[in-house]
């Protein structure tokens, strides 16, 4: 049985927003007209969604997140508290530049830590996983471990969220199993591979 979305009393939801079932939005939130949640999200306290926004389902973001405009999180992300997006790469004051958002797309699975920034325009592949405070500039590939400023990869992870025994540029072929699961993964050309899926 699915249960309506629900908004705190503090929370502001525009009319025209779509907001899946079992989606809560929490105290001092602000959804914008044109944004579309998917079912069994959660938006934490002093989120702001805007109107050029898609978030798939059973996504977490997490207190102090602002979801600009071009920002598109799919399903199972999880955004940790006070997580940055941009949306304009080289942004003045003084000169509009609303015509050249950068579109961002983070893709299912992606943890995002707390305190991280994702600059504008790029892509953080399924399951990856960027570490607190990283400042993220280019595009992650799957099931990459991203820490630092600017951010590098300094790992992998499964998809569980278990960090892989493998080398950051592992050799072709070059395998692990993640400790909790079992589940195997393979390193193939520049991509890691869960295998069986």
């Known amino acids: ?3 309506a979305a629900w908004a705190h009393a503090s929370a502001i939801v525009d009319e025209g927003a779509q907001l899946g079932d079992n989606t809560k939005v929490w105290h001092f939130s602000h959804v914008c007209a044109g944004a579309r949640i998917g079912p069994g999200c959660s938006l934490g306290q002093n989120v702001f969604v805007g109107n050029d926004v898609v978030i798939g389902a059973n996504v977490k973001i997490q207190n102090n997140v602002s979801v600009y405009d071009a920002v598109t999180l799919e399903d199972d992300v999880f955004c940790g508290p006070s997580a940055v997006f941009t949306n304009v790469f080289n942004p003045r004051s003084a000169v509009p530049r609303k015509a050249e958002y ?3 797309v983070i893709r299912r699975g992606a943890t995002l830590g707390a305190n991280c920034t994702i600059v504008c325009g790029t892509e953080v592949g399924a399951y990856a996983f960027i570490g607190a405070g990283a400042v993220v500039t280019k ?3 799957a099931f990459a471990l991203m820490t630092g400023v600017p951010a590098k990869q300094t790992g992998w992870m499964s998809q569980h969220g278990e960090k892989l025994a493998l080398a950051v540029r ?3 072929g070059a ?5 909790v699961t079992g589940e ?5 050309g520049v991509n890691l591979i869960k295998l069986g899926s």
């Open 184 to 188: 195997r993964y393979r390193f193939s």
């Open 1 to 3: 049985m699915s249960v």
């Open 170 to 172: 592992p050799v072709e």
């Open 175 to 179: 395998e692990a199993v993640c400790p």
């Open 102 to 104: 950068r579109r961002t």
């Open 139 to 141: 595009d992650v590939p």
